[in-house]
């Protein structure tokens, strides 16, 4: 398991951020300035040259790492507290949070920054309860003032623009190789310290949150504790009583320096290979809302595609109806002509069989995706007269989803239900068809130290139509073609399984999509023999006139205040389809079709679909 953590932060991902700040502690703190506890109190580094308390590197450095990005700014200070004291001597007074925020106030970020930010654990350092009549409220009291001033600052970097901060949470000072703050400080009082200050941070910024400004809390305190309890899960030897660096002048006896293999590099900061992992859960809570996002576009995409295979296979099939023979039989000669056909019965069942792909680029806050199904449909039709047709089609598919992050995938099992009419003329025709259709979606996605799973369902609803007005050109028929399709759809709220630092509560999406288009069909009915073919070709543009703009929102199961809205943006854009096709009459009440489209020049991605199918009257 640890190959595959140290693989994850070291491999860099397509960047999704374009610049990374950090504020806070010694946690976040590189030693660069702006910030940089060490260059600002004018002393020399612990472990110099490097000048992090880790003596590597820290969570925000090996975030940058893990998004590939080229730089980053650094407003961090080692020893900061919320209220602008510091733990350092040389910079006690006015070196805290508010110094940082003060250093950046002028920037202005944009939606695709990154900000990474630790800070309050040092602010329990500043509590003493000597005299104190009851230290529990007076820690109670000491984490809430601090909560106060940590949303305070968060609440002036959204108002700069900042919209994703991974926050990386103060965990409990009790699991620490040396536990700072006051000796009266039982575990006790420092759990309540860390769960006050956590909820009370929650419960400030929540507001926040519901106006999209994206918050990723990771709580520390559940990651020390199953270290604590386990270290081998995550490549660490040990992570009680031991320090990876050499000892201090402080450090206790009981705690064992220079121990290879310890989660902690000192008194109370993590090795640069504890914050790698610390940064690969950020990135996966930060990246796990981007695997969500291409959902409404994979269900109305199967939607739509399942309408658009039952008008294919009526256009297939129009010129072996009685209207538009008549040129193939004219220039087929009198030796190819097929002999006359009777009256097709009005009852017929086809089936069809095909298969559908794809696929979305990996945008900006969208996972991106390759989808591909094989599909079958079965239908029953009715000839009302020579001009009208109705009919049924259920269908079913299994389409496979691979999402461009975290190995995620989507499984799906779709059922659809269609009616449909169409109406040809000598010139005119015009085809109608409603869907309803149910999804099965099993989900599933690479976490850290297990496979994050879910499952939910959609419902859609889909209304799409074609009409054309065709003439004879030669042995050509040929003319304009318009249609439209409609889908609505409800995906249901859901939470995944697993590992619960990443695990995300799923709320309900409403989906819509409006595409329109015009262009142009060219046929060319001809006799082969004995059979009557019917090929076509459509070429039309489409515009998408609503493409599902909406937030999908999530929610960490561990910091279930902080709802986390992504961002999905509306498709309002024109491209291109073809689509073709042929269709053949075997003679008797036989007849077959063959379909394929595409789309061309649409950004992000295309589709594909090609099927087949059998029709037999009685």
């Known amino acids: 398991m640890s190959v595959v953590i140290l693989g994850a932060t070291i491999l860099p991902a397509k960047a999704q951020f374009t610049a990374l700040y950090g504020f806070g502690d010694s946690y976040a703190d590189t030693g660069a300035a702006p910030g940089g506890a060490f260059q600002l109190a004018g002393i020399t580094c612990i472990y110099h040259p490097n000048c992090t308390f880790t003596g590597s590197t820290t969570f925000v450095q090996s975030l940058q790492s893990i998004y590939g990005l080229p730089g980053m700014t650094n407003y961090s200070i080692g020893g900061a507290r919320t209220d602008n004291t510091n733990t350092l001597p040389p910079i006690a007074s006015g070196y805290g949070f508010s110094y940082e925020l003060a250093q950046s106030a002028g920037r202005r970020y944009s939606s695709s920054d990154l900000i990474a930010l630790s800070i309050g654990g040092n602010d329990l350092s500043a509590i003493s309860l000597t005299s104190a009549p009851d230290p529990h409220a007076l820690i109670v009291s000491g984490a809430t003032v601090s909560a106060g ?30 536990k700072p703050g006051d000796p009266l400080l039982t575990d006790a009082l420092r759990d309540t310290w860390a769960n006050t200050y956590y909820q009370q941070t929650q419960q400030l910024l929540a507001p926040l949150a519901q106006s999209g400004v994206r918050i990723f809390l990771f709580n520390f305190g559940i990651l020390q504790e199953r270290v604590a309890n386990n270290p081998g899960m995550y490549g660490f030897t040990s992570a009680t009583n031991c320090e990876a660096g050499p000892p201090s002048g402080t450090t206790p006896a009981s705690v064992n320096s220079n121990f290879a293999g310890c989660f902690y590099q000192n008194s109370v900061h993590p090795t640069g290979a504890a914050m790698a992992l610390i940064a690969t859960y950020m990135a996966n809570q930060i990246d796990a809302p981007t695997t969500l996002v291409p959902q409404g576009a994979i269900t109305t995409s199967i939607a739509t595609g399942f309408a658009g295979s039952v008008l294919g296979r009526l256009d297939a099939t129009r010129s072996l109806q009685p ?43 969208n996972a991106g995706y390759d989808y591909h199904a094989v599909a079958g449909t079965f239908g029953l039709e009715y000839r009302y007269d020579s001009r009208w047709r109705l009919g049924f089609a259920l269908g079913y598919s299994q389409p496979d989803v691979a999402l461009g992050v975290q190995n995620a995938h989507d499984h799906l099992k779709s059922y659809q239900l269609a009616g449909y009419s169409s109406f040809t003329d000598l010139h005119w025709f015009a085809d109608a068809v409603i869907v309803y259709g149910h999804h099965d979606f099993a989900l599933d996605r690479q976490g850290v130290i297990d496979v994050i799973q879910g499952s939910t369902s959609a419902d859609t609803f889909t209304a799409a139509g074609e ?23 409800v995906i249901g709220a859901y939470t995944e399984s697993g590992d619960v630092l990443l695990t995300m509560i799923v709320d309900r999406q409403t989906i819509s999509a409006l595409t329109g288009n015009a262009g142009l069909q060219l046929r060319l009915p001809f006799v082969a023999g004995t059979t009557l073919y019917s090929p076509f070709i459509n070429l039309t543009a489409e515009q998408d006139f609503a493409g599902s703009g909406r937030n999908v929102t999530t929610t960490l199961v561990t910091a279930p205040l902080l709802p986390i809205l992504t961002p999905v943006s509306a498709h309002d854009q024109t491209y291109g389809k073809v689509a073709a096709g042929i269709g053949a009459a075997f003679g008797g009440n036989i007849n077959a079709t063959l379909t394929a489209s595409t789309t061309f020049a649409r950004d992000g991605g295309s589709d594909f679909a090609v099927s087949g199918s059998v029709r037999a009257a009685f």
């Open 149 to 178: 001033n940590a949303a305070a600052g968060v609440q002036q970097m959204a108002a700069q623009g900042a919209r994703n901060i991974a926050w990386l949470s103060t965990g409990s000072s009790k699991w620490f190789p040396e």
């Open 323 to 365: 209207f538009g023979i008549g040129n193939a039989m004219a220039y087929a000669g009198p030796t190819k002509a097929p002999a006359p056909l009777r009256p097709e019965d009005r009852w017929s069942v086809y089936s069809d069989f095909g298969y559908a792909s794809a696929s979305l680029d990996k945008q900006f806050l």
């Open 467 to 489: 009409t054309g007005y065709l003439v004879n050109a030669g042995a050509f028929r040929v003319g304009p073609i318009a249609g439209f399709s409609y889908t609505y759809g």
